[in-house]
């Protein structure tokens, strides 16, 4: 019953962020259905704690034992104790997430690079500075911000990830959206997107428009590894981030890449506070963060 009713509510705040706030129902109006919903976020328990046997569901877990996780720091105890792929045996640290459980921006990378695997923090080196400043060039602070990876295991050498890898690993990301229940999620680049979306469809074709990823809001963008290699694509990121900042704030009206603002970023995107206009003059880069 709870899974339905989060999926339920899940499924109007979806469609409310994309300006279709109504649903036609028969026997019921609609804000009997939307006390209803309101109600049951406010007042549904998620099951003791205690209940999780993390031992268990790290060894030989599926997917459904993963999305049954009530809380946060289950998940991730389950996450640091993971064995259910090979990535367990090459990693050194699991890299979980960062970031406040209630945050309204939930950003999703690809999979821990060599920095990350060493601190167990994502996006923590050149790449992360970056996305720190381009989110805050739309007013979010990182502090603020969930960031994860679909993987918490580093591939080695930063190979691509394999299929059996990312349906090992990818419930563990469902569960931290669940959790979290943010106002937007933003995919930074083609892996992330790709993975979420279940779609081959390119970067170029998925960005400029709001998706819906199981319910909540989802904005396609580069990975900001990408932008240390093409500093060209900073400003389309940055134009990203304000579809983004939009759908926190609740304005519906910008959802497609035509109706996206023109001109120069309210604050440059490379250096928030200093004037727009100059992009990044930033070399190399890879997956690490
Ligand atoms: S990558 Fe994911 S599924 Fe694989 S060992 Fe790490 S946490 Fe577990």
Redesign the pocket.
């Known amino acids: 019953m709870t899974a339905t009713r989060d999926a339920l509510r899940s499924y109007l705040r979806g469609r409310e962020a994309l300006g279709v706030p109504e649903v036609f129902l028969s026997g019921a109006s609609r804000d009997d259905v939307l006390d209803a919903v309101r109600g049951a976020a406010s007042h549904v328990q998620d099951p003791a704690p205690a209940g999780t046997d993390v031992g268990r569901i790290a060894r030989e877990g599926t997917r459904e034992d993963i999305l049954g996780i009530s809380d946060m720091e289950n998940l991730r105890r389950v996450?640091e104790a993971?064995?259910?792929?090979g990535?367990?045996s090459t990693?050194t640290k699991?890299v979980f997430a960062d970031g406040p459980a209630e945050a309204k921006v939930l950003c999703v990378g690809e999979a821990p690079g060599a920095n990350e695997d060493r601190t167990g923090l994502p996006f923590v080196g050149r790449a992360g500075k970056l996305l720190d400043r381009l989110l805050l060039s739309v007013g979010f602070s990182r502090s603020e911000v969930f960031i994860c990876n679909v993987?918490?295991?580093r591939p080695p050498g930063n190979r691509n990830p394999l299929p059996d890898?990312i349906e090992?690993?990818s419930p563990?990301m469902l569960r931290q959206v669940e959790l979290v229940r943010p106002a937007v999620i933003v995919a930074l680049g083609t892996f992330a997107a790709q993975t979420l979306l279940g779609t081959r469809d390119s970067l170029r074709h998925l960005r400029g428009r709001t998706h819906l990823y199981e319910g909540y809001p989802l904005v396609v963008t580069y990975h900001p590894a990408a932008l240390l290699r093409n500093a060209g694509w900073t400003r389309p990121s940055w134009r990203d981030l304000q579809l983004a900042r939009r759908i926190v704030d609740g304005d519906h009206g910008g959802s497609t890449l035509g109706e996206q603002v023109e001109g120069e970023p309210a604050t440059n995107p490379d250096n928030p506070g200093s004037p727009a206009g100059s992009q990044g003059r930033l070399t190399l880069g890879g997956r690490d963060g």
């Open positions: 996450a993971c064995s259910r792929c990535l367990h990693r699991v993987l918490k295991c890898e090992a690993c563990i």
